[in-house]
């Protein structure tokens, strides 16, 4: 099963020949799903979301989004106070959780944007419960959370959730296989070891098209899962095409597994 995750859009500060090039490219991968980990657009715009609802429309198999804190009002204080989130419920979801299951996979979506901060992210008490109500229910295939907020510390960048360490304590004891987020223009890929020693895989997606991004490269991600393999091979924009500059692999079911990376035969 292929998935394929993106991240940080900002229709609207993006560069369209690198939305071109990535719709060739998911097309030739015709992935079962895609996973959108928030800012969609840059401003919340009606013409952005209009742009995004286009963009979505043209992607293949099963789309999955959540908002970013770039996906409410700036600027209009009382829209951003009241009713954040009309212009992504009109032209993206009217929700702002989504799931998704097969045999393979199940898959929870959640929104991590406070309306109130500007930047920082949250998971708020009625979303941790909800995280843990559809993962504890024993399930043969691998789990998968995602939502915009990046959890982890990394130096020189934005802080992470408000309530991270609360999160942190919960995924270390939680039946979650796989963490995918956005929010700092910057992709990573490592494992977080949990209590069981089972892997959790963290994967942080970098900008697929903005202007601005932190790491300097415009990337994805495209996941492959077989009998609880997995198999991350992290898709660059190089000039005009998008190539493979890194793949890594996990085993899922090993204990104290590790991430094994290798590079592309050219």
């Not at 032209?91 to 929870?108: C, I």
């Not at 510390?153 to 991270?164: A, F």
Request: some cysteine.
């Amino acid at each position: 099963m292929k998935i394929v995750h993106i991240s940080d859009l900002h229709f609207g500060m993006h560069h369209e020949a690198i939305i071109n090039a990535f719709l060739a490219d998911v097309s030739d991968i015709n992935p079962s799903l895609t996973i959108i980990s928030g800012d969609l657009t840059q401003r919340a715009k009606s013409a952005q979301y209009k742009d995004v609802q286009a963009f979505i429309k043209k992607l293949p198999g099963s789309v999955f989004t959540v908002p970013g804190n770039h996906d409410i009002p700036l600027w209009n204080i009382f829209s951003r106070l009241f009713h954040p989130f009309a212009l992504y419920r009109t032209y993206v979801h009217a929700k702002l959780a989504t799931t998704f299951e097969n045999e393979e996979v199940r898959l929870l979506g959640v929104n991590s944007v406070m309306p109130y901060r500007i930047k920082s992210g949250q998971l708020a008490p009625d979303i941790l419960t909800e995280i843990d109500n559809y993962f504890t229910h024993p399930f043969n295939g691998l789990n998968i959370l995602f939502f915009h907020h990046n959890f982890d510390y990394m130096e020189g960048m934005h802080k992470p959730l408000k309530n991270y360490y609360q999160f942190l304590t919960y995924l270390k004891n939680s039946n979650i296989h796989m963490v995918c987020t956005g929010h700092l223009h910057y992709a990573n890929a490592s494992i977080l070891k949990k209590n069981n020693h089972q892997p959790c895989l963290v994967l942080h997606a970098g900008s697929l098209c903005c202007q601005r991004s932190k790491d300097g490269i415009n990337s994805y991600y495209v996941i492959e899962i077989e009998h609880g393999l997995g198999k991350i091979s992290w898709r660059v924009f190089n000039q005009a095409t998008f190539i493979t500059s890194t793949i890594h692999e996990i085993n899922f079911s090993k204990r104290h597994a590790d991430l094994q990376h290798s590079v592309p035969l050219k």
